[in-house]
């Protein structure tokens, strides 16, 4: 079992900065990769970033590549995520998950847990 817990969402303004954080409990969290998806107001739940379990590949969705880095520290259990350049269309909950590594990325219907999510409100 792993259970994910998100912190580090507030109010920001474009151009901005943010840092979100997921702490894993579970002494396996170091055999899953790690996920961040989003979801706005009115929309599905969408990829946002991943990494792998000993945190060698990372994954991006467009739009948030050359502005979003993704981290990990496995003897903490925890994942980062470091969002910059923010834009307005940023805003949405983000949703820490995690799936168990195969070696690709694993579609949303896959993961094997979740947190509850942290908002993200990227003001204009």
């Known amino acids: 079992q792993v259970q994910l817990v998100e912190s580090g969402g507030g109010l920001v303004q474009a151009g901005g900065s943010l840092r979100l954080s997921c702490a894993a409990s579970?002494?396996?969290?170091?055999?899953?990769?790690m996920y961040w998806f989003r979801q706005a107001p009115g929309k599905e739940r969408e990829f946002a970033a991943a990494?792998?379990?000993?945190?060698?590949?990372?994954y991006f969705a467009d739009f948030v590549k050359g502005r979003f880095t993704i981290s990990r520290d496995n003897g903490k259990n925890t994942v980062t995520l470091q969002m910059n350049s923010l834009k307005p269309e940023d805003t949405a909950v983000y949703y820490c998950?995690?799936?168990?590594?195969?070696?690709?990325?694993?579609?949303?219907?896959?993961?094997?847990?979740w947190g509850k999510g942290t908002l993200v409100t990227v003001s204009s």
């Open positions: 998950a995690a799936a168990l590594d195969l070696g690709t990325i694993r579609p949303r219907d896959e993961m094997d847990y």
């Open positions: 990494i792998s379990w000993g945190g060698g590949s990372t």
């Open positions: 579970g002494r396996t969290f170091s055999s899953y990769a």
